[in-house]
């Protein structure tokens, strides 16, 4: 089995000083991370600001190179980190999961150093000028999820400090281990206090929202949490980027090749096991198509190798935590009871380990039903019939909730014309969750505000200043 010991055991403290984090799929302990508290938290913002004006000086070359070798040692200890990722969240090694979450931490940690901000010219006439200029806001304080821990870290991180600002990171109580050795790969190359990280509780994440040492929120997580963090920054007003639930509807036109488009809408809705904000959760199928793409997909769940990360072959994981695999159990039983049909899966899969659930496609399902309203969260996918689109883009956008959509098609143009009525922060046309560190992101509706990535996510973390002459 592969370890990684060395890294591990730089981040873990010993189990009297501890609280214990499970494996995933085995629930035996992996190590102990620390457990920081109001007091902690007050030392690493107080260090952060006493840090920040010189690493603003360093200049955004001197910053940018030093991201680079960050993005070189996380490439280096990939392996290190992907085993330390995939026990504590459960996603397994291969496939689109804990190697391939690493290695994109490395290329976003890349993009952040290499994208251009020039100040920007706004207005000129004769000898008037106007230019906008980006300056570091301060201290950045950074509470992330644990569905991608390493990945969105670094979505916070490296755009926060190659904008000259020092961040303060409270990861998920559920992945701290993984953020922990994330952190550890970044200090060795960082000043000290230009990066905390402070493993704590819920009380500590609200202290964070309100702290008057911290000039910005960045959060990935629930819509409920975010209400709660945009009600607390009203005490420090610090800027805020939201990136909150989704419940992202994908529409299949009538006359669509499904076998073209069976390996991408499968990865669209189960990637990660369905534990991502921007998977599909809701898929509504033309008449003409739709036992096609309901066998297309019972087939691919029915076979895809689903079992302990650290075990290669394995594609799919468990759920990561207790709480979620109740919410899934729940709104299947629901789905089933209320008069769906589950036509592949609908149990857990008790035989891998005590959070897995078998991947599950629910069919003849009401539009109110539990499963297509809520944000699931897990290898489960309601697919609704429709025979008009005008009907399926309206139901498409009753949700509160507007981060990602996905429109499938063979003809293009047509696809286009229904992107264009869809109501999502990204509407992807024959993919879905497909992310690039140039493209910006952000959602929509009760699916959070503010864009991450490229230029738009470096002026989210910078203060704009006009020059007026």
């Given amino acids: 089995m592969t370890t990684a010991t060395a890294l591990l055991d730089a981040i873990t403290v010993p189990e009297s000083h501890g609280r214990a984090i499970p494996d995933a799929a085995t629930r035996e302990t992996i190590g102990y991370a620390p457990v920081h508290g109001l007091v902690d938290l007050e030392s690493a913002v107080t260090a952060a600001r006493s840090a920040q004006p010189a690493w603003a000086a360093l200049g955004h070359a001197e910053r940018s190179r030093i991201l680079h070798r960050i993005a070189d040692d996380i490439e280096a200890r990939a392996e290190e980190l992907a085993v330390i990722l995939s026990r504590e969240q459960g996603k397994p090694l291969d496939g689109p999961n804990a190697r391939f979450e690493i290695g994109a931490a490395a290329v976003w940690t890349r993009s952040a150093a290499d994208t251009v901000l020039e100040p920007e010219v706004v207005f000129e006439n004769g000898a008037s000028r106007a230019e906008v200029h980006y300056d570091p806001l301060g201290v950045v304080g950074a509470i992330g999820p644990w569905n991608w821990p390493i990945m969105i870290s670094v979505w916070q991180i490296a755009p926060s400090l190659r904008m000259g600002n020092t961040v303060v990171v409270k990861p998920s109580e559920y992945t701290p281990l993984s953020v922990l050795a994330l952190v550890e790969v970044f200090n060795a190359h960082l000043p000290e206090g230009v990066l905390s990280v402070v493993v704590g509780d819920r009380e500590v994440g609200a202290a964070i929202a309100k702290h008057p040492g911290l000039d910005k929120i960045m959060f990935t997580g629930s819509t409920a949490t975010g209400r709660k963090i945009i009600e607390s920054s009203a ?25 073209k488009i069976a390996q991408d809408l499968f990865w669209g809705i189960f990637i990660n096991t369905g534990q991502t904000c921007a998977a599909l959760k809701r898929l509504y199928v033309h008449d003409s198509v739709y036992d096609s793409v309901v066998d297309a997909l019972s087939q691919l769940a029915s076979t895809m190798p689903m079992g302990p990360g650290l075990e290669e072959g394995n594609v799919l994981g468990p759920l990561q935590n207790q ?55 897990g290898p489960v996918i309601p697919v609704l019939r429709y025979f008009d689109i005008d009907d399926a883009v309206a139901r498409a956008n009753s949700s509160s909730q507007g981060l990602g959509a996905s429109v499938w098609s063979d003809d293009i143009d047509a696809a286009v014309d229904v992107a264009a009525r869809l109501q999502a922060g990204t509407v992807w046309i024959n993919q879905h969750g497909a992310l690039n560190p140039q493209v910006p992101f952000g959602g929509t509706k009760h699916s959070g505000y503010g864009q991450e990535f490229g230029v738009a996510g470096l002026k989210a973390v910078a203060a704009p200043k006009v020059i007026s002459r």
């Fill in 235 to 259: 005490q420090n007003l610090a800027r805020l980027t939201l990136e909150l639930g989704g419940n992202d509807a994908g529409i299949v036109l009538p006359g669509t090749d499904v076998s």
């Fill in 323 to 377: 709480r979620q695999f109740d919410i899934v159990s729940r709104l299947i039983d629901e789905a089933r009871s209320g008069g769906a049909k589950v036509v592949t899966g609908g149990a857990p899969a008790e035989e891998l380990g005590p959070l897995f659930y078998q991947p599950t496609v629910v069919v003849d399902i009401a539009d109110d039903a539990s499963l297509v309203v809520e944000e699931q969260f």
